[in-house]
C-alpha cells in the first residue's frame, strides 16, 4: 500500500484526501455504536487510551491552549473539526485535478494521527462492549486497513502508536 497511489498513476494527494476521507467515515460510524450510551462523561471522563495516555484537545484555532475533555467530548470536537477540514476547499479541494495546499500531507497526517486516539480509546476502554455487539470483526478489519495504510505510507510517528503497539505488531506480522 506503500504510495500506491504514484504506482497507478493517481496523484498522491488525491490518494491520501480519499483514503482520509474513508477512515474517517469509516470511524465515526464505528463510534456512533458507542456514543451516548456507551461512552459517556461519566464513563469515560478524560479522553485515554489505557492509564498511560491521556490525550488533551486542540485545534489550533478556536483552542490553542490543550485542554482536558472526557472522552465524548473529545471525539465530537475532533470529528467537528475534522468535518471542518474536510469541507474546506482549501485544504480538501473539491475537484478532482484542483491544487492542493502545500501543507496537505501535513494536514492528512494530524487527522489520521488524531484518528487514532479514537481508535485507541474504543480498543482500551470499549472493546468488551463491542465483543458484545458483536462488532468485533468489523472494528479489527477497520483498524487493519487503517493501520497498514498509515504505516506503510509513513503518515503516523510509530511513538504515537505506542498505546495499541501490541496489537499493531501482530496486524503488521
Known sequence: MAAAGSKTGEDLNEWLAVNTVFFYNT????????????CTAQR??????????????????RVKTPIKLSAPAYV????DWVEEQLDNPAVFPQRYGA???KDFTSTV?????????????IY?????QMVRLELE??????FKHFVLFTKGNKLIDDRELAPLKELIDKITR
Open 99 to 101: 491544487a492542493f495546499a
Open 137 to 142: 470483526p468489523h472494528l479489527n478489519t477497520c
Open 27 to 38: 470511524l465515526t460510524i464505528l463510534y456512533q455504536v458507542l456514543d451516548e450510551t456507551l
Open 124 to 128: 482500551h476502554s470499549h472493546f468488551r
Open 44 to 61: 469515560c471522563p478524560v479522553m485515554s487510551a489505557g492509564p498511560q495516555y491521556e490525550y488533551l484537545w486542540a485545534d489550533g484555532v
Open 109 to 121: 497526517k494530524a487527522i489520521l494521527r488524531r484518528l487514532f486516539r479514537v481508535y485507541a480509546h
Open 76 to 79: 465530537n470536537a475532533l470529528f
